[in-house]
């Protein structure tokens, strides 16, 4: 709490150079007063009375005090009342804060946020060709990266609480794999994989599969044979060979499915395959069990788990890449970004096309936030306490006002000294 109060008094500090141009404003204006009242004093001395000069000096010296005055009493005016006392129209700032938020909020959604505005200035902008020189520059693309967006990245990681970040992500997910109908996917995907041939080696993988399964798993075929056979079997020792036929049999039909590939079985198969990929894409009943199969896949606490996981090493990944810029500009993904880069700078047509949506979401956000951010702004000006806006207004333009001051002092004794020289000539 210490170091916060420190640090706002620090940003709410008197600037160097507002405090310099006080100094010589005010000095100037005492110098005046000191000038004139020197020259009333001379005025009774021997030698000095009556001397045209001095009329001219003196002239000067009150008509800058006057200006020098006048100015001081106007600038003081905008941010507080002069000498503390309650003068009408003095304070405008602080008064009219609110006003001033209010003028301040309309002025920037009249100028700046108005969606023909944002296309007009996006027009005159050519975002793909300045995002493909930035990536086609290794070097300076690193050293930027370094400095800029790396650094902004982590922050962002690291400052967010990592689960809620991941709740966030992990619905998202979620919400998105509910509503994407998966069923027609499948069954397009199996379909050119049938056409093509691409699924043979899937169903020679299950013949395999299934001849392994056989041999590992003969002592339970031998087992079912003889709970099932009768006691002259058993006592015969026929169930023995009833169970060698069985497994002999299983085992000739498996290896002459893998051998032939025009095997009625296999053909069986395929057919089997072509029903279940237009099911999946045209079966209502099919589709309404692939999504209730998704949705409890979804539902899993393994699922939930292994989209935790799946989330953790993203950011672990994406904080490596950020705290060490040079891997983000490095290997596959650097030689990546380089040949984007020198793409957007050759390819018109891309540049257009990116160009165009930039725009489109530029005029998208002024028309959608534009109302959002002028209330950011009024309700902002609105909850600054007076002193508080006045000393940061002051801050900000009062060194300029200060010479002002200045000016006003200087040309005050100048309009002076052209009065009285009117005067002593005409």
Do not use: C
Not at 3 to 22: K, Q
Not at 198 to 226: C, F, K, Y
Not at 304 to 315: I, T
Not at 349 to 358: D, G, S, V, Y
């Amino acid at each position: 709490m210490k170091l916060l109060a420190r640090a706002s008094r620090n940003a709410e500090a008197v600037p160097v150079g507002l405090r310099r141009m006080r100094i010589v404003a005010t000095g100037l204006l005492v110098a005046m007063a000191a000038l004139f009242l020197a020259t009333r004093a001379l005025d009774n001395v021997a030698g000095f009375g009556g001397h045209p000069a001095l009329g001219f000096v003196r002239a000067f010296a009150e008509a800058a005090m006057v200006g020098g005055l006048a100015d001081w009493f106007a600038v003081t005016a905008l941010f507080r009342h002069p000498l503390g006392l309650p003068i009408p129209h003095t304070a405008i700032i602080p008064r009219n804060k609110d006003r001033i938020g209010d003028t301040l909020a309309q002025f920037l959604r009249d100028n700046f946020l108005i969606p023909g505005v944002v296309a007009r200035r996006m027009r005159q902008l050519d975002v793909a060709s300045a995002a493909g020189r930035w990536l086609a520059a290794p070097a300076g693309s690193e050293g930027r990266l370094r400095r800029g967006a790396s650094g902004l990245v982590a922050n962002m990681l690291e400052s967010f609480d990592p689960q809620r970040l991941g709740g966030m992500v992990k619905t998202a997910i979620g919400q998105r794999l509910r509503t994407l109908e998966i069923s027609p996917l499948l069954g397009q995907a199996l379909t050119a994989a049938i056409a093509e041939k691409r699924h043979l080696p899937l169903l020679d993988g299950i013949i395999r599969w299934a001849a392994q399964v056989l041999s590992s798993n003969e002592h339970l075929v031998r087992a079912m044979v003889h709970e099932r056979a009768g006691s002259l079997l058993r006592w015969t020792g026929l169930d023995e060979t009833l169970a060698d036929k069985i497994i002999a049999g299983l085992d000739g039909l498996v290896n002459d499915m893998a051998e032939d590939p025009q095997h009625p079985l296999r053909a069986k198969a395929e057919e089997g395959l072509e029903v279940l990929a237009y099911d999946l894409q045209y079966d209502p009943k099919m589709r309404a069990r692939v999504k209730a199969l998704k949705a409890d896949l979804i539902d899993n606490p393994a699922m939930q788990r292994w989209l935790d996981g799946m989330w953790e090493s993203a950011r672990a990944s994406l904080l490596k890449v950020a705290r060490d810029p040079n891997a983000a500009m490095s290997g596959k993904f650097g030689d990546m970004l380089r040949q984007l880069g020198t793409t957007l700078q050759e390819d018109p047509r891309l540049r257009a096309t990116i160009n165009r949506f930039t725009r489109r979401a530029a005029v998208g956000m002024a028309a959608d936030y534009g109302d959002g951010i002028v209330r950011l702004v009024s309700e902002t000006v609105r909850g600054w306490d007076a002193r508080t806006i006045t000393r940061r207004l002051e801050n900000a333009v009062g060194r300029d006002l200060q010479y002002i001051r200045v000016n006003g002092t200087l040309v005050g004794g100048l309009v002076g000294l052209v009065i009285h020289a009117v005067d002593t000539l005409f």
